[in-house]
């Protein structure tokens, strides 16, 4: 697949995602000029570059959806909700198209069916003079109302060829915006068949198009190809443009053939050697040329400027004041910056990368930290000049890696929103009135959590509408508002992330799952659980205290797995419900899965590491307190209750060889433990490693670490610590 | 000439097709290119023969395109360059 390629895909994918929540937002607040205007930038958009690649089933397909949105964005057709639902699934039948292309996959008989089908659907809605216009063949497929005849003069540049882009399949879409009045191949700088590089373009083209378009909406259809090849757009009945465009190509052959094309008149060509252009006219047209070099050599400078800013703080302050300087320093370059580009900052704000290359990124780092690690353990005096560089380098590296890791953070309501329209059709198909409430959008988390989490968000979403919030007339009879309403909520807490899924539904019958739960057998008749434990027995795999099966929900399967992919992803859930009132789920997760802050310490011959956000305090028992302990498992810390787990009888650790015993106190949530542990030795940037699946059922241990000694430390996971503590 | 071995005529195989043509020129003095093998075709390779045709009308011969299948013709109308090549159509 060619980066070009990808890039449309992507881009797809983010105009077919904006499409579908400016439906969704229509669904539920009616049409507005804005939501109306989305969509149909979206479709145009889709459209477009679909036709510069040639793909001419969206293209067909886009072109349908686009007209009945311009009739609707013109007033002569009015949005109904039947037309939100068709076009939500013209939505749907895009995505198909497009996933085709990424499987390169030919598109099935049905498949064509069901694209047919919407588009007479949608034909249905438009005004019939555009329909009949429409049907004849080779015509503009948009109808031109004002067109404009614009010359476009298009050279590439030398990788053309190579970027697997086609010129023909752009000028098969000139004649979807409009109609191709004249293409005119220059050939002319080919070299001969000795000569000849056969993968370097030679070739180029002038071309006259009829379209209603703007000139910015003429070099959007190049918006893939931008970068490699050198375009010249102008109104055709310009003849000062042609002057113009004969002098910048500064090929000699270029005005006879535009002449023997008939693009222009004999007459109204100067001769290329006459035209002297004003000082201002040089000045735009070098301007013009230059414009991409000017920018790349002033961000070079500023790199430079940057780096040589960077090294003189760097001799002139101590160390703490260096990392403070710098990043002040940072600061006002930035600002000056932004004050200095401020036109442009719209196309250098924001960058796309593959996440794969930032995974790369943080393996390596993680490589780095750990030989630098490996050195400042070879040192032997780290009060020695190298002893102090390479402290000095071992922060530096910290923030190179948390820089690296913040890549990775992404805002979790781009996938919140996606969920929109699951919740409206899931609650439509069941004919339940849900009011979907979404909060802290701009919450961030790990890209990874983020796409790993999805999938059960959704399950729990499904759950709490289908079995949750009761219909209508139900919910009436409660005396509740008719309308029920699901919360979706993110936020930072400790960190942590915790998401929440509230509805205001029945509630969790607690007699009902523990019924199910003894009936099945994962629960002993006579046993002493709390509430919260009687709810999570809805994690069992096969306990469903669904009345009935439905399509959405109910079969039991799906909920084991949820708890599975959160607690693989480090995180916790926990549920409160109140019968009548609603439940509340809270999942917590860990910020990111990479690198963590750790704090080290030993139990028998084997290190750990303990996240440090987990970490509430460290206490030193004295010999008298050991002694005191005596196997107990709790202990008494300023007159509070502190649930003890020894972590050399959980783990069969051999008994220390020194005489230390610390506690260290951590929590996940609301609860509390205290791991009673041989030595601490410390903070440690952690970089988390998978210890691979055959270890991947070992309770309590989330990963390990490569130590600057060479020594593997083994990762806690502190949430199932806890609930193996619980769990007795 | 017949283009024996190749079915098609674009960024692929104008390396190997580059090699077949210089040759050609200097065995030939007309040069028929049978193009009945030739399913499809793109830019590059449409560059290919127009650089091939320039060379063999400089050279004062004479190369002439037949069996060009309808597929073929329609690339090469679309980047308007049948009449540069010789095409009567």
């Known amino acids: 697949m060619t980066e070009e390629l990808e890039i449309f895909l992507e881009d797809c994918d983010d105009q077919l995602q904006m499409m579908e929540d400016a439906l969704v937002d229509m669904q539920s607040n009616g049409a507005s000029e804005s939501t ?33 949105f311009d009739s609707i964005r013109q007033g002569d057709v009015g949005v109904c909700e039947e037309m939100i639902s068709l076009f939500l699934l013209c939505k749907d039948h895009m995505e198909v198209l497009i996933n085709l292309l990424t499987e390169d996959k030919e598109l ?26 429409e049907n004849i063949e080779d015509i503009p497929s948009t109808i031109v109302i004002e067109a404009a005849k614009w010359h476009i003069s298009i050279r590439f540049h030398k990788d053309f060829f190579t970027t697997g882009m086609s010129i023909n399949s752009v000028f098969k879409f000139f004649n979807k915006v409009g109609k191709v009045l004249k293409i005119q191949p220059i050939i002319y700088n080919i070299p001969s068949i000795e000569d000849i590089n056969p993968l370097h373009p030679y070739i180029g083209f002038e071309v006259c198009l009829l379209a209603d378009l703007s000139k910015s909406e003429v070099e959007d259809i190049f918006e893939f190809i931008q970068e490699d090849v050198d375009l ?38 100067i001769e290329p050697e006459l035209i002297i252009p004003t000082v201002e006219e040089k000045e735009e047209i070098v301007l013009n040329q230059k414009e991409e070099e000017i920018v790349l050599n002033q961000k070079e400078e500023e790199i430079v400027l940057n780096q040589k800013e960077e090294e003189i703080v760097l001799n002139q302050k ?24 401020e036109p442009k900052k719209k196309a250098v704000s924001s960058l796309r990368v593959d996440s794969s290359k930032i995974d790369i990124l943080i393996n390596y780092m993680s490589e780095i930290s750990i030989t630098n690690s490996r050195i400042l353990t070879l040192i032997d005096d780290e009060g020695s000049e190298i002893g102090e560089t390479v402290i000095h380098m071992k922060q530096l590296l910290e923030f190179v890696s948390d820089g690296i890791m913040d890549m990775r953070m992404v805002k979790v309501g781009d996938s919140f929103n996606k969920f929109r329209r699951i919740v409206s059709d899931t609650a439509k198909k069941i004919g339940k009135d849900v009011d979907f409430v979404i909060s802290g959008e701009d919450t961030e988390l790990d890209k990874t959590v983020v796409e790993r989490i999805s999938d059960p968000l959704l399950h729990m979403l499904r759950n709490s509408i289908d079995h949750g919030v009761e219909l209508p007339e139900d919910r009436v009879a409660c005396g509740k508002p008719a309308q029920g309403r699901v919360d979706l909520r993110a936020y930072q807490d400790s960190g942590t992330i915790v ?23 994962s629960v002993k008749k006579n046993n002493n659980l709390s509430d919260s434990e009687i709810y999570k027995l809805i994690f069992s795999a096969g306990l469903s205290t669904a009345e009935t099966v439905s399509a959405i929900s109910g079969r039991g399967v799906g909920m084991d797995v949820v708890k599975r992919n959160i607690e693989d992803l480090r995180g916790s859930v926990e549920i409160e419900s109140t019968i009548g009132q609603g439940s509340k789920i809270t999942i917590r997760l860990p910020l990111t899965l990479a690198v963590i802050d750790g704090f080290l310490l030993q139990v028998g011959d084997t290190k750990y590491i303990i996240p440090l956000e987990n970490i509430k305090e460290c206490i030193e028992l004295t010999t008298i307190e050991q002694e005191s302990l005596n196997g107990n498992e709790f202990i008494n810390v300023r007159g509070e209750v502190l649930p003890l787990l020894d972590i050399r009888l959980l783990l069969g650790e051999n008994k220390s060889i020194t005489e230390r015993q610390n506690i260290v106190i951590v929590y996940f949530g609301k609860k509390i433990v205290g791991l009673l542990v041989d030595e601490l030795l410390g903070e440690h940037q952690t970089v988390i490693k998978s210890l691979g699946i055959v270890f991947d059922q070992l309770s309590g241990i989330s990963g390990a670490s490569v130590l600057g000694s060479g020594e593997i430390a083994l990762i806690f996971d502190v949430a199932r610590l806890i609930e193996l503590r619980n769990e007795g | 000439m017949i283009l024996d071995n190749l079915t098609a005529l674009t960024i692929y195989e104008v390396e190997t097709l580059q090699d077949i043509f210089i040759l050609a020129l200097k065995e030939q003095e007309n040069i028929l290119l049978d193009m009945a093998k030739i399913d499809k075709i793109d830019i590059v390779g449409i560059q290919l023969l127009l650089s091939m045709v320039s060379t063999v009308k400089a050279s004062q011969k004479t190369i002439k395109l037949i069996n060009v299948k309808d597929t073929v013709l329609q690339q090469i109308k679309i980047s308007n360059t049948q009449i540069a090549l010789g095409l009567d159509v």
């Open chain 1, 36 to 68: 109306i205007g989305t969509i149909f930038r979206a479709v145009h958009t889709i459209k477009g570059s679909a036709g510069m690649f040639g793909f001419d089933d969206i293209v067909t397909f886009a072109h349908t959806g686009e007209n009945l």
């Open chain 1, 108 to 133: 099935s008989a049905a498949q064509k069916e069901v694209g047919h089908n919407l588009i007479q659907r949608l034909e249905g809605y438009l005004p019939r003079a555009q329909i009949k216009e």
């Open chain 1, 232 to 269: 010249y757009i102008f109104l055709c009945d310009d003849s000062d443009e042609y002057n113009t465009l004969v002098s910048i190509r500064k090929e000699p052959e270029l005005k006879n053939e535009l002449i023997n094309a008939k693009f222009i008149d004999e007459d109204t060509l």
């Open chain 1, 318 to 341: 101590e160390e703490e004041e260096i990392v403070l300087n710098q990043k002040e320093e940072e600061e006002i370059v930035l600002n000056k910056k932004e004050e200095s580009s």
């Open chain 1, 499 to 521: 998401i929440e899924i509230e509805d205001n539904g029945k509630g969790l019958d607690r007699d009902r799952i523990l019924a199910k739960a003894i009936e099945n057998g």
